[in-house]
Structures are given as C-alpha cells and as structure tokens.
C-alpha cells in the first residue's frame, strides 16, 4: 500500500515522539513492503514563531492532499498564563480538527497487564480494564460562539448540538459497541444542559437501531467518579467535546501513563492519529518523553487503512517493551536511563525480528 | 444561640440522612445549650409531586426566613430517562441556591486516616490529602441562556461569567488559602475558552493583594488525572460551576465514599448546606443510606455561625465511628448491620457522652 502521511509534530515533546512513530512506520513499510512517504508541516507554537499563524495555509493543504495526518503535541506555557494572547497554539489543533472535519475521536484505554502496578489505583481496580471513549471533537463548546464585552468584564462561550453532528459519531459509536461487548455509555449533564438533553434524546432514538447494545446514561460529574471505582463496568462511552477531553485524561491514571494513550480523529474524508498527552514543555528534548502514544497512534493510523497484521506488530512490540521494562522513566521503577529514542529503537527493532528482540 | 433551621430533605435517601444530620443537631443543642428550631419544606421531585413545581414559593420563603437552610438530596430516575420533560427536580436544587444567591459552595475533600484502604487509590496515594473546592455556584453554563430549535434539532447553553462574579469567590478562596496552607489552584479551559480565560485574568489581578499564596493555573482536562495522581499536591482548588460539578465528585475517590462528602454553600445574605451525594434513589428506605455527609454537612453549618466546639464535637464522633467502624455497608467491610439510624445514634450518643462512647 502507498500512504502519503503527513507529519505535524508541533510543539514540546511533539518532534521527538513524533520522531519515534515514524521509524516505527518505516520499519512496518520496509518490512511488509508498503510504501510510506511523509512530509512535515508547521502547527502550534513552532507555527506562531515562524509564520505568526497557529496553521498557515500551506499546513492546511499539506493535510488534506495525505492520506493521513499524524499529529504530535500542542501548547507553550508562554501562552498559559496570558489569557490576553489573541494567537494560540491550541487554536492549530483546534483548527484542523475542523478543516478536516474530524468530528470522531476514539481514545481506547487499556489497562496493560505488565504495568497494573504502575497505576494509582489499586490492581484490582483496574484489571481488565478496556473502554473505548467516543469524544464528539468538531462541535460543542469548543467551536460556539465566543463572546467577551468591550469592557472586559463580561465574557461566554456557547455550547451547541444539533442532531446531525450527534448522529453521525452516535452510529459510529453503536457499530464500534457492536464488535466490542455490546455495552455504550453516553455520558452528558441532562438533568441540567439543553445540548446534553438534544444528545439523550438522539441516543435513545437511534439505540432502537441496536437492540442487542445495552445503553446506559450517565451524568458527568458521576462518570468522572464511576470510572475510577469501577472502570470495567465500561465499554464504549459517548460523550460530547469538553466532557471528552476531561474524562480521557481522566482515564489515563488507569493505564499508569499519559504518555500510553493514543487516539484517532476521523471524519468523512480525511483522518489524524494523536497522543492525547499535551506539549508537556518542561520535559522537552530530554530524552525522557514516552513515545508510545504517539507509536500506537501509528498503530491506529495502519488499523485505519485496514492494515490490522502491520497494527498488530506495533502493539507486540509495545507490549514486549513493557513487559520488558524498556520504558521511559515516567514508567520505569527498573532501569534508569532508557530514553525515548531507545524505547524506539527497541520497538523497531522488534517490528523488524519480532521473534528476536530481547533486552540489549 | 437561637438558630431557626429550614430542613429540605429531597428525594431518594435525602429524607433518611438529614433526619440523622438533625438528630445530631438536637443532641449538640441539649448539650451546649443552644435553641436550634427545625421547619420543613418541599423541594425536588417530592414537590413536584404534591405540587407540580420542584420549588414551590413557600418553601423559598421559608428558606429565605430561616438562619439556615439543611439539605439532603435531588433528584427522581424517573425523570433521567426523559429528556423532554418541562420540569424536573433539579431545578429545585438550582432554583434554592439562585434565589438565595449561594454563589460560593465548599467541598472539603479529606483522606480519614481510618479508612484509607477504603479508596480504590492507592494508600501512600491518598494518605493526608486535605483540599478545599471552591465551586462556584450561581453561575456559569448551569445559569446561561439555553435554546432548543422549534424542530427539536439544535439546542444550546451558554455558559457566561462576569467579573464580579468571579472576584467575589475568588477572594473568599483566597482567604482560605491563607487559613490553611497559602496554596490555590485555578482550574479552567483557558486555553478555549473565553470564559476561562476572564477567570484566569481575574485571578491573576487578585492574586496580587494575596502575596504569600501561592497559585497555580490547571486545565480541566489536566485537572481531572492531577487529582488522581497526586492529589497532596492541592490545597484550595477554586472553579467555576460545572468543573467543580465534576472535580468534586471526582475527589470522592480519595474520600473512599461519597457519602462523606459534606458541603457549605454560602452567598451575601443566605447559607445552606447540603451532602454532595445524590439522591440514590435505589438505596433509599434499605436503611443503607450512609448519613455521615449529611452529619458534617450540620458541622459545616455550626461552622458557619462560630460553633467551633460543637462542629468539632460532630466531626470528632464522626472520627470514632469510622475509627470503630460503625459505618453503613458502602464502608462497612467488618459489620453487616450498621444501618443509616444506627450511625446517627452512634454519633448522637457520642456528643451527649464523648468520653465514654464505644461499641454497643
Ligand atoms: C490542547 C487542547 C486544546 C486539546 C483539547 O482540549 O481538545 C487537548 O486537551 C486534547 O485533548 O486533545
Ligand atoms: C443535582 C445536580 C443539578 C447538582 C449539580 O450539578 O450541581 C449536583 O450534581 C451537585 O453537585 O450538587
């Protein structure tokens, strides 16, 4: 298969886990024979400093010529503490989620087995554990009107639905469901928001469609608590935007790491694989950020074009990195300095003698 | 002291725990010579139900005549299901804290020593986490405008912040920075949303005349896996409504439980204070219903006028029964029985006879 992926590492740790994923896909190319070509693009902070635009133009064509987009990091403390600062990093992200259209993002959190230990939670908590977040990611709060008075003094944001936008991830969340263990949770505020109560409605309409799902509705603030102290209870969960984006950090504590969790963004046309980590900027070019959501946002990327064996072998290889405890430190208890790029090359090497690769 | 005290015991377990938090009341009163007069009224799905409305007038006026409002809980599963419905029990709840301006609600979120194992975190996790969310209350999306098109297909809210309303909990929050261990987080979405980014503004100037705090700025998203991961790290966390909805209830893990989670919610004029638990319509009339966020919710309102030792006195026979676990089963892994009144009993005992109260 030809893939023409473009690369946006964008800012902090974004270039050297981004760098990590790609030697793992050119290891896949070369060793299933595809051919995998990749340009880079500017988005972010590192945008603003050459271009003063979050996401120039030409970043923007680069994405919708690829077949794929695979994403890195976004946001700068420089930023973070001025909320006067009329340009943002986070307005690339935010931007190209919406030129491309990507109103799907899927965020699976997986409790691996080698590394219960490394959770906050107790072991028996998380065991198991296996839910597939369905977070809208084109509408809501984040794409409202935003309104702040001439005074400065007043300032909103809007958060609105319509029944198409719900629709369509709906569907997608049902079908997912469908392959999983046929359980989904939307999870909305319905006792409060017109928007949640419009996602309730579209829900229990279109679960009619799924018989054999089992549909649960949960409110947020007691999701944000179900799913610490019990997260196998979940499947797939629904959920719109903001309460997307809180709930699948959230959920990182029970896989151990932020730095596991990958995620894919799709809509009709075009496709972005990405960590759901941020910038993390204080870690930058340490040689200490994991590269393995971003490798297993590759993994999603191949799942994407159907490329399941070539998928699979990342996650081999992630997995023997762990058991292994070829880690960065934000995991290792066991070895001190395995760096990112080590964690990279063990995973590419395995990709390349899967039945070989053992601890060097 | 003379204190006239406006009871509103709910739904579900609401009337069950608050009549063990006024059970307390009484015995506090008998011991320390105070006159503490209880009125009840309607609110919630209870109202709607003999009423039609979920916060009828009399109760509002005996609310706002009263030194003080106790709460139980709100809410009707009949009513989650059905997102059409024109009226529903919550808002009574959001009706009482916008009639009586309750802009500022306080959730303390305190790991007891004696039931650190109770936590589906782990101990050395948990262990001497102390923090105080200060939630504010009147505003925000739960207060925007919302809007639902005619056809059905488009709904909103609008989720809305003005200085004032931020500068006013902001400084109390301060101040309770300075009470404890000079340390504040704010925590938003400023790097999306307008309305944050007004908080963030707002803070910044205040934190100005606070010197000796020091303040921190969280992301939500980030917010979320912070408390999980190293919850020690807060002292006082102050946000904005719906956040708050959601860390709150979130920080019930550290507690091991969330009934025992109390609450204050004050405003200029009024006080009322309230469990952060729902209704739990499911548990209700078992007489599993666990009161202890009930009975320190009448601490915290003994609190509010300047009874220190008689506060102390509730949350030193609260200590002892989790102590001797005389707890309801949501604790309970030692006894079976221990229903909801046995625990109020045990702590009523405990302040007629501090010293001499133990197992019976
Ligand atoms: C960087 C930020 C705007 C973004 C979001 O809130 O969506 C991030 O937190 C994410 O989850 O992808
Ligand atoms: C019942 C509901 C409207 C309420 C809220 O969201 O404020 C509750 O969750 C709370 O935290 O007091």
Same mark, same amino acid.
């Given at each position: 298969?030809?893939?023409?992926?473009?690369?946006?590492?964008?800012?902090? +740790?974004?270039?050297?886990?981004?760098?990590?994923?790609?030697?793992?896909?050119?290891?896949?190319?070369?060793?299933?024979?595809?051919?995998?070509?990749?340009?880079?693009?500017?988005?972010?902070?590192?945008?603003?400093?050459?271009?003063?635009?979050?996401?120039?133009?030409?970043?923007?064509?680069?994405?919708?010529?690829?077949?794929?987009?695979?994403?890195?990091?976004?946001?700068?403390?420089?930023?973070?503490?001025?909320?006067? &600062?009329?340009?943002?990093?986070?307005?690339?992200?935010?931007?190209?989620?919406?030129?491309?259209?990507?109103?799907?993002?899927?965020?699976?959190?997986?409790?691996?087995?080698?590394?219960?230990?490394?959770?906050?939670?107790?072991?028996?908590?998380?065991?198991?554990?296996?839910?597939?977040?369905?977070?809208?990611?084109?509408?809501?709060?984040?794409?409202?009107?935003?309104?702040?008075?001439?005074?400065?003094?007043?300032?909103?944001?809007?958060?609105?639905?319509?029944?198409?936008?719900?629709?369509?991830? /709906?569907?997608? !969340?049902?079908?997912? !469901?469908?392959?999983?263990?046929?359980?989904?949770?939307?999870?909305?505020?319905?006792?409060?928001?017109?928007?949640?109560?419009?996602?309730?409605?579209?829900?229990?309409?279109? &679960?009619?469609?799924?018989?054999?799902?089992?549909?649960?509705?949960?409110? +947020?603030?007691?999701?944000?608590?179900?799913?610490?102290?019990?997260?196998?209870?979940?499947?797939?969960?629904?959920?719109?935007?903001?309460?997307?984006?809180?709930?699948?950090?959230?959920?990182?504590?029970?896989?151990?790491?932020?730095?596991?969790?990958?995620?894919?963004?799709?809509?009709?046309?075009?496709?972005?694989?990405?960590?759901?980590?941020?910038?993390?900027?204080? &870690?930058?070019?340490?040689?200490?950020?994991?590269?393995?959501?971003?490798?297993?946002?590759?993994?999603?990327?191949?799942?994407?074009?159907?490329?399941?064996?070539? !998928?699979?072998?990342?996650?081999?290889?992630?997995?023997?990195?762990?058991?292994?405890?070829? /880690?960065?430190?934000?995991?290792?208890?066991?070895?001190?300095?395995?760096?990112?790029?080590?964690?990279?090359?063990?995973?590419?090497?395995?990709?390349?003698?899967?039945?070989?690769?053992?601890?060097?």
């Amino acid at each position: 298969m030809k893939l023409n992926i473009a690369i946006l590492p964008g800012d902090g +740790i974004g270039p050297e886990v981004t760098a990590q994923a790609v030697k793992v896909l050119k290891a896949i190319a070369m060793e299933f024979n595809h051919i995998f070509t990749f340009t880079t693009g500017l988005v972010g902070s590192a945008a603003i400093d050459k271009t003063e635009n979050p996401l120039p133009q030409e970043t923007i064509d680069l994405c919708k010529k690829a077949d794929a987009v695979l994403f890195g990091a976004i946001g700068d403390p420089k930023y973070d503490n001025n909320p006067d &600062a009329k340009i943002r990093p986070e307005q690339g992200l935010l931007g190209i989620r919406k030129e491309l259209g990507l109103y799907t993002n899927i965020r699976p959190v997986i409790a691996y087995e080698d590394i219960l230990n490394k959770s906050s939670l107790k072991i028996k908590q998380i065991k198991d554990t296996n839910i597939l977040i369905y977070r809208e990611l084109t509408g809501g709060i984040y794409f409202g009107e935003r309104f702040l008075s001439e005074d400065g003094n007043t300032a909103s944001d809007v958060c609105e639905y319509n029944r198409l936008e719900i629709e369509r991830i /709906t569907h997608l !969340a049902f079908k997912a !469901a469908q392959s999983r263990k046929n359980k989904l949770t939307l999870v909305d505020k319905a006792n409060v928001l017109e928007s949640s109560k419009l996602w309730r409605r579209v829900v229990q309409e279109i &679960a009619l469609q799924y018989p054999n799902v089992k549909v649960n509705y949960m409110y +947020i603030d007691n999701a944000a608590m179900e799913l610490i102290i019990n997260p196998r209870q979940f499947d797939v969960i629904l959920t719109e935007n903001m309460f997307g984006d809180i709930l699948s950090e959230e959920a990182s504590v029970i896989v151990g790491s932020i730095g596991l969790l990958a995620s894919a963004s799709t809509g009709d046309k075009h496709a972005m694989f990405e960590p759901i980590h941020g910038a993390f900027t204080k &870690a930058a070019n340490k040689g200490i950020a994991n590269p393995i959501a971003s490798i297993l946002s590759a993994a999603m990327l191949l799942d994407h074009f159907g490329l399941d064996e070539e !998928a699979n072998r990342i996650r081999e290889g992630v997995d023997k990195s762990l058991k292994l405890h070829i /880690t960065t430190p934000d995991l290792n208890t066991k070895y001190d300095n395995i760096s990112t790029t080590k964690v990279g090359d063990f995973i590419e090497d395995f990709i390349n003698n899967p039945d070989e690769t053992n601890l060097n």
